[in-house]
C-alpha cells in the first residue's frame, strides 16, 4: 500500500538517533478519567467490529514509517507487531500509539484460530487497499505476519473484531528531538499504559510548564526557543492520566537525539 508523504510545517535537520538516559523524577499522576474506545480495558469483551488486510512483506518492508511520525518502527520497540489505522479510527493520529487485539470472524474458511496484539503506528487512508479504509468503516491494515496469524493469506481481507487493550511497554517513555531552535519538535513513544496521547506540556530550568501543539501523527512542538535548557515533559494519555518526566534532557541536548524519560505509565 502506498502511503501520501505527511506534508511537515518546516524543514527540519535530521541526524543519526542517539539515546541517553536521566533518572527522572517521581512522576505526578492526575485523575483518571474513561476515554474513548478503552472500555473494554475494565470489561475485557471483544465490543466491535471491523476488516482487516495487510501490507508491506514477512520483513516488515514499507511498514516501519508511516502518518504517526515513528521513524523506524523497528528501532523504536514496535516491530511487526503493528497496524495502520483506517480515518475513523485514526483520529487525525490522536490514536497513534494505541494498543489493539484483533480476532478473526466469522469466516471459518479464511479464519485461523487466536488473536494479535498490535499498536496503531500509521494512517490507512481513503482510496488505499480496493476502499477498505475509506471512512465510515473501521479497518486494520496489519503487517504481512501480523494478519496471518490470525487469517489465511489468500483471503486478502477479512472480518474481524477487535478490543482497546493497554499497552505494555519495557523500560521508559522515549522524548525525540528534530527541528532547529525556533522549532522543537518532541515525538514521544514506547507509551504504556493507553498508549495514545492527548495532551503533551514542556518546561526547561528557566521556564514553567508550557503547552505543546500537536502537529502531526504524534509530533508535538513549541515556538520557545529552549536551547541550553534541562527539558522535563508532562505527558497526558488518553484516559486521562498524566506523569511527569523530570530533567529528561540534559542542558546540552540538541536536534536528532533520543532521551528516555526511565518511567512509563
Known amino acids: 500500500m502506498m502511503y501520501t508523504q ?7 535537520i535530521w541526524f543519526a538517533p542517539i539515546i541517553y538516559g536521566q533518572e527522572a523524577e517521581a512522576p505526578a499522576t492526575g485523575d483518571v478519567a474513561d476515554a474513548p474506545g478503552t ?3 475494565k470489561n475485557g469483551g471483544w465490543y466491535e467490529d471491523a476488516r482487516a488486510t495487510y501490507y508491506g512483506d514477512m520483513q516488515g518492508g514499507e511498514t516501519r514509517q508511516g502518518a504517526c511520525g515513528y521513524t523506524d518502527t523497528f528501532r523504536q520497540g514496535y516491530g511487526l507487531y503493528t497496524t495502520a489505522l483506517s480515518t475513523p479510527l485514526f483520529n487525525d493520529g490522536y490514536t497513534c500509539g494505541a494498543c489493539y487485539e484483533i480476532m478473526c470472524a466469522n469466516t471459518p474458511q479464511a479464519c485461523l484460530p487466536g488473536s494479535i496484539k498490535v499498536t496503531a503506528t500509521n494512517s490507512c487512508p ?17 503487517t504481512l505476519p501480523m494478519f496471518i496469524k490470525i487469517a489465511k493469506q489468500i483471503a486478502g481481507v477479512v472480518p474481524v473484531r477487535y478490543r482497546r487493550i493497554p499497552c505494555v511497554k519495557r523500560g521508559g517513555v522515549r522524548f525525540e528531538t528534530t527541528g532547529n531552535p525556533n522549532f522543537l519538535m518532541i515525538l514521544p513513544y514506547n507509551v504504556g499504559g493507553a498508549g495514545d496521547i492527548k495532551a503533551v506540556q514542556i518546561k526547561g530550568n528557566k521556564t514553567g510548564w508550557m503547552a505543546m501543539s500537536k ?8 515556538n520557545v526557543m529552549l536551547t541550553g535548557q534541562q527539558l522535563s515533559f508532562r505527558v497526558t494519555t488518553s484516559d486521562g492520566v498524566t506523569k511527569d518526566f523530570i530533567n529528561v534532557a540534559p542542558k546540552t541536548w540538541g536536534f536528532g537525539q533520543t532521551f528516555n524519560g526511565r518511567i512509563n505509565f
Open 39 to 41: 472500555d473494554s480495558f
Open 126 to 142: 481513503p482510496g488505499s487497499t480496493g476502499g477498505w479504509c475509506d471512512p465510515p468503516q473501521k479497518h486494520f491494515d496489519l
Open 215 to 222: 502537529n502531526w501523527g504524534q509530533h508535538w512542538t513549541t
Open 6 to 12: 505527511v506534508l511537515m510545517i518546516v524543514v527540519a
